[in-house]
């Protein structure tokens, strides 16, 4: 079991390592993702072992003790600190992410400037403190750090969703482990490496591993909380292991987000955009447009614009010019997906665009819309999370609320119209945590984010997502 010295100059990109207390550690056993564009291995990283948990989560446990007691302000200092070297070290990390995870390098990029922002916007947020009375006794509600937290990253977005976690629970005084995916560790373990430089020993860990290390830290008798970013089916399984400890769980699950396009939009710039929202990264985004609800005076012009807009995004490995869709992020979900067109296929649904996707190397998948399939099909009831979308229509705004909410998902949902007021009076009648007008997938890390029914439980980000990795407490003192 190796340590090696965290505190070069700029990160090394040739080994990967599990951070626990402050120390970089190598393990007996490695394992490799897969570049899911070209095939190849990628760099090996850390399996780590139930010994390896308990380390780290003693050390979490020491750590804890100091860091629980530093000044709010130092920690911040330390969030901001934290951000500026991931800035310094912004193309190393792009680059490494478009080669795990798949993503267009321009997306990368973009990831990387949204992980800075959301370290500098979370470290910017107060813990408020409130006091009820003052008179013959003072009492004062506050919040208090739960002491070691979990944060289990989905491949998805890695960095954003890491430091999504990070920032909010060290802010608050808490310790936190990090698993990455197993899919895309190395980022997620370069990205805890550099934290090494601005936060104690123990306070920000990072371990990697196999389908086995996640069960290992949701049972383990130390986390008080688990903040999981994954499918709602994997949530239910992290929240039934969590229960037997009582931790306190965070859970954004899956979404079937829905747009509702009026007939009085301008179809020439909304259609290319509602294209773009349904096939970034992909289709691999919980809050990407997976229902397209058209009303049906235009509902045929529509889709003929969508369809040009969407014959016009270029796929291929992420580092070639303008790509704007990258591969499906592995085999797992790749054949997941292939399945949507098995069935799209087997019940003779409509294709609008795409439906055949190539062969050879990469996981990829042509964008594909389907035409009116039936209400009650696998596309329009399950979340395929990749580049094929349902195309539906309706009569009545009332009729495309009611078809909106149908679905056991609430994340994000979206109202495309040109008369605003309307648009504004139907984004309050959808059941869902994130709502936008004429946009969609625009997060910040003042706002929580969160599901409704079985996207999720809890917040992250904004105040309440601070108060998420705190214990409320009262104080009932005299005077």
Partial sequence: MGSISTHNTTLEWSQYCNIIDGDLCTTPRTRHGINPATGKA???????????????????????????????????QAVLSFADALETEHAAFSSMLTQEQGKPLQFARMELDFAIQWLRGIAKLELPQEVIEEEDRKIVVRYTPLGVVVGIVPWNYPILLAVGKIAPAVMTGNTIIIKPSPFTPNGDLKLCELAQRFFPPGVVQCLSGDDELGPWLTAHPVPAKISFTGSSFTGKKVMESASKTLKRVTLELGGKDPAIICEDVNIKEVAPQIAQLAFLNSGQICIALKRIFVHEKIFDEFRDAMVEATNNLKMGEGNEPDVFLGPIQNSMQYDKVKGFFQDVEKQGYNIAVGGTNPSGEGYFITPTIVDRPAEDSRLVLEEPFGPIVPLLSYSTYEEAVEKANNTMYGLGASIWSSDIERANNLATKIEAGNVWVNSHFQLDPRVPFGGHKQSGIGTEWGVSGLISYCNSQALYLKK
């Fill in 42 to 76: 990628n760099p090996e990283v850390p399996l780590s072992s139930q010994e390896d948990v308990d380390r780290a989560m003693t050390a979490a446990q020491k750590a804890f003790k100091q860091w629980s007691t530093t000044s709010y302000d130092e920690r911040r």
